[in-house]
């Protein structure tokens, strides 16, 4: 494949945004640039210690 036809994609998901970017490998440039802020997502975690238990850190999901 042409190189002159190549992309990179980057996604950032965090807890209060998301993010995404496409660029053309060839030169860098920039084509599309995406972001979305959002509440604040709260963590979950499962734990395995005789049961799946979900604990919630950060608020009532």
Partial sequence: ME???LYYLGLDMGRSSV???SV???TGEKLLVLYK???EMPITTLQKDGGNKIQIL???M
């Fill in 37 to 39: 802020t959002m509440e």
């Fill in 3 to 5: 190189k002159d036809r």
């Fill in 24 to 26: 053309r490998a060839k």
């Fill in 58 to 60: 950060g608020g009532p």
């Fill in 19 to 21: 993010k995404a970017t």
